[in-house]
């Protein structure tokens, strides 16, 4: 009974190994804490304490649902990371360090949760964050078991950084750093069985030091904002909307691969509502914009960055798409859920 | 039909609201930000900027699965705010923020959100801190529908704060505030269906007043836990191990209503294996005991703090009970889950 107990135990996670006793102790000790360790988080006190010579902090979660758990391009541990980074990156923080909470679904293999904290590993170190502090739940399955993942991150404010939705104007230029809607096709096709080009991978990265260096280039970055839920679309309407001025962009230069392009086609979707992770729209003042790109250019993660439009003062304020034929058709915000379970 | 689903919206979380749309915004904006509502949540950016003017940041994450949601003395919102508060103030570390990442299933009634939000912001008020940044997913429901909730947490450090298992040492006391396992047994005997006495209610109480009274007054604090999953046997059976020396505790003396004794035998468990939401192990220095006593128990939330037991040098080093009989039992830290979703 023994042996089996053991060999179950290393297959998969059983509701015991949620209850905080011993099982809890060796799950952590055994498949979280090799992959993850750092002095912070090795210590597995309730929580970490960290020398913090900056006068602000940065503070942002997210909790990731994501199905399946991995995917071409990436998987919920990495997409965790990247997301979190993101968020801080965006609010002009340098990233410094992240929770992790899971909730996993009992009769996860182990293979499965070895796989996805190594990934989550590789992303920190990518990210140049740690992981240090974190919590586990088991939770019964329903069907297949999965997992959530939250991310808690917190970072240091960049000095001088002034994002301020306020000071964007008419002139500015819009920016993102590349191809979009690749993070929510490529799990649409796997969730559809449908099989495009091995090209179509999840774009989670980490983006802060794509970000720092606009910063480092001493550009006037008036805003910046991750485009994950609710896509591009989503993005430049909270933008028009908080800014009350219009946002002209133009299909045309929009970075849209054509595989995406084939794929949103069949899927029935509108890439400009489809989820990314590894996607930052950027507001720079018009004088900045072309070193701005060159900037981003220079970076691996913004090979493919493109100017795709302005802000203007038309009235009312609305996000307005200049189509490939020419037309102009208004760019309206996801009203419900899409694409369920997509981050 | 639009009648209708402005009814349904209004009724229960629909898949929709998960999206980051439209929807996803009016839910936070009419269900969440009303009630929680502050400087640096209000914007709903990516993340939340704190001023910071302490040289450290205390930084914990706990995620909360608990059924059911609501119970006596408690909901799951009130638990996450003081679980992750606790887990702060045991670190040695005046509480400042949180962030809320809730994971909903779709079907919830938007009354029970709308209850357990209110019960966030009562909690974090009673605590001193603020829901300065969240997240929002929601996921097919599982037969009746529930939800998830985390939550991180940051901390100012405490000047001259000495926590350290290092310096536990023979003749140290221990100390808790008040009565065990009630947490643990009213969600259990809200799940059986059994009916004991209406005063056995969930202890989740914010401590980090009640634990800040101990540095005020001076005692010399060398370790705190808070005693959740795996209740007081977990706490203890960790100190033993980490600090490689015994813990003698007496039956007698460890805080314990007729109601949950009687409710821990009618249910099978050990009462010293029950999750508390509100009680914290304090290791003192035994000329301060007396001293910490005293202070605990001029606060309401620690009336029925007692002297449960002392550090010795014995070998090997473990957890022993002097029980009420007068003999000698091991106290074994819980090795699985007895009491899956109790936290």
Not at 38 to 59: H, I, K, R
Request: aromatic residues 2%.
């Amino acid at each position: 009974m023994a042996a089996i107990m053991d060999h179950v135990e290393t297959e998969q996670v059983l509701r015991a190994h949620g209850g905080g006793g011993e099982m809890t102790g060796r799950l952590i000790a055994e498949h979280l804490l090799p992959k993850l360790a750092n002095e912070c988080l090795s210590p597995l006190t309730d929580g970490a304490v960290l020398s913090w010579p900056a006068s602000s902090v940065v503070f942002t979660t997210d909790s990731y649902v994501v199905t399946p758990l991995e995917f071409p391009g990436g998987d919920i541990g990495r997409m965790a990371v990247c997301g979190t980074v993101n968020d801080l990156a965006v609010m002009g923080a340098v990233p410094v360090a992240l929770s992790l909470g899971l909730i996993i679904e009992e009769g996860l293999p182990i293979a499965t949760l070895d796989r996805i904290t190594q990934s989550i590993a590789v992303a920190a170190r990518q990210a140049g964050v740690c992981v240090v502090t974190g919590d586990t739940k088991v939770i019964e399955r329903r069907g297949e078991p999965g997992m959530f993942v939250n991310t808690a991150g917190i970072g240091r404010l960049r000095d001088g950084c002034r994002l301020d939705l306020g000071r964007v104007e008419p002139g500015d230029v819009i920016i993102v750093n590349g191809r979009i809607a690749e993070h929510g096709l490529a799990i649409m096709s796997v969730r559809a069985g449908l099989e495009f080009d091995s090209d179509l991978r999840s774009d989670a990265e980490p983006l802060a030091d794509l970000i720092g260096g606009l910063f480092d280039e001493g550009v006037d970055v008036k805003f910046l904002r991750d485009a994950t839920r609710g896509g591009l679309a989503g993005v430049l309407a909270d933008l028009s909307e908080q800014a009350q001025l219009t946002v002209e962009i133009d299909e045309r230069s929009i970075p849209l691969s054509r595989t995406a392009k084939h794929a949103a086609e069949m899927l029935g979707l509108d890439p400009l509502t489809v989820a990314n992770e590894g996607k930052v729209v950027c507001v720079v003042a018009a004088d900045d914009a072309e070193r701005a790109l060159r900037r981003l250019q220079s970076d691996p993660l913004g090979r493919s960055a493109a100017i795709i439009g302005k802000v203007t003062n038309m009235h009312p304020p609305l996000v307005e798409l200049i189509t490939i034929a020419g037309g102009r058709r208004i760019v309206q915000r996801p009203y419900g859920e899409e694409l369920p379970r997509i981050c």
